[in-house]
């Protein structure tokens, strides 16, 4: 049978106090949103329906683009049912229908398919979890035969139902046909003057229709964000399962706690990770590649053997097997480095090609740059790719020895196994196999005295 989503983002997400959407709160680097979407679209719906509001409502459209998704805007919020009630236009008048909330953004689509499942055959199902701390859900309420009656929201509950630990993650499922009868029948006199979605239970079991509840054996992969503590609950939960599948997959993780992954990372055998490293984007790590502590790194590609050492920012670059990055190295998008090459401290690259073996070990700049194999960066080497206007090019050749402290004005070629003497400032091409200084040649004055004090200078004495 056909089924539809229907994806609530239309609340004001007051308890997280900030001046955007809620469902737009970052969880790994990406929207909450987006979470839930990626969920909804697992389970190959014939359409989305995401229901926004207002000025929010633009910019959580803005931030998604996609044509698989249909808007709908729910005028005032008027909770829940009211929502669910604005995206009744937009979808199909048979089939199945599936509720997701945009702030429950760590459900996985396998728990859910139970729930269609049971919406096919005509009941309507609801997805819960039993929670230590039920604080804040509406609870189910069963009868003594342990058939479901209803579910109370916490402002509405007596006490005695507040100890009911069974919750509503929020997800129901139900058939088209029977929602759409049952939501124009809510009506909003409870605690929150607000339109209940929870409460076409109650009208699923007047009107004789089975009320089945599916448990998440995962409490936590059910957990609603309302608050910042709450984000930051899901945020420890997401890195924790991500960290279990790398894991699995063999990857040493010194602390999985402190280990991020916000994007997608693909790990050879034996790979190491340091804690305090942040992946984002997508990830390639080949075999035996050791990252030490605190390095950020967003979509690149690193070779077997490759080292990463500690503090390190990697953004779209290459790097080569057996290289060595690192410590404080920046490598900026288009970089790569060859096979055994090496970048140390406190130097940056951006739009460079490093050759096999070549070495740029300390305080450098190496921009717009095209260097060879076996090359030697000294420390202080800056490329003055830039004019102000454009940026220019630096080419140098296989063997050349680049002496400390030299700025390279570019465009510009060093030839291959040229040498640059220390301290030159480089405006001109230089030939293979010479040695070029372009700087002030060093004397020595004989007879100079330093200056002596003058006893009369009254600021001195
Ligand atoms: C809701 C449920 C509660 C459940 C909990 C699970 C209701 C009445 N309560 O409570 O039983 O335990 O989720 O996390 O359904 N929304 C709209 N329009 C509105 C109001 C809300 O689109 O007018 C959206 C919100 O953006 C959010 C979702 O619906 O994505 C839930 O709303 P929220 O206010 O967070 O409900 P809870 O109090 O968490
Ligand atoms: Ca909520």
Known sequence: MS?????????????????????????????????????????????????????????????????????????????????????LPELPGD????????????????????LLESADRDELAVLTARLDDPFGYGRIVRDEAGKVQRIVEERDATDAERSIREINTGVIAAP????????????????????????????????????????????ASTAGVNNRIQLAEAERELRKRR???????????????????RGHIECGHDVHIEPNCVFEGHVVLGNGVRVDTGVLIRDAWVGDGAHLRAYSVIEHAKIGAEAVVGPYARL??????????????????????????SKANHLAYLGDAEIGQH???????????????????????????????CPLVAPLTIGEGATIGAGSTVTANVPPGKLVLARSRQTTIEDWERPRKTRSDPDKQ
């Not at 809510?186 to 509840?213: F, H, K, P, S, W």
């Not at 279990?244 to 010194?254: H, N």
């Open 375 to 405: 090359v030697n960066v000294g420390a202080g080497v800056i490329t003055c790719n830039y004019d102000g206007a454009n940026k220019h090019k630096t080419v140098i050749g296989d063997d050349a020895f680049i002496g400390s402290d």
């Open 332 to 357: 900026r998008p288009g970089t790569e480095l060859g096979e055994a090459s090496h970048v140390g401290n406190f130097v940056e690259l951006k739009n460079t090609h490093l050759g096999h073996g």
């Open 243 to 261: 960290a279990a599948s790398l894991m699995e997959a063999g990857v040493t993780l010194v602390d999985p706690e402190r280990t991020d992954v």
């Open 176 to 219: 088209m046909d029977k929602l759409s009868q049952w939501i124009p029948r809510i009506r909003n006199d409870n605690a929150q003057g607000e339109y209940y979605l929870t409460d076409t239970m109650a009208l699923a079991v007047d009107d004789g229709v089975m009320v089945r509840t599916v448990e998440a054996g995962d409490p």
């Open 3 to 87: 089924h539809s989503i229907i994806i609530l983002a239309a609340g004001e997400g007051k308890r997280m106090r900030s001046a955007r959407p809620k469902v737009l709160a970052e969880l790994a680097g990406r929207p909450l949103l987006a979470h839930v979407i990626a969920t909804a679209r697992a389970l190959a719906p014939e359409r989305i329906v995401v229901v926004v509001h207002g000025q929010g409502g633009h910019l959580i459209r803005a931030d998604f683009p996609d044509s698989d998704l249909t808007w709908a805007e729910q005028v005032e919020r008027l909770g829940t049912a009211d929502a669910v009630h604005a995206a």
């Open 95 to 114: 089939g199945s229908v599936l509720v997701l909330y945009g702030d429950v953004p760590l459900l996985q689509a396998g728990i859910l398919a139970p």
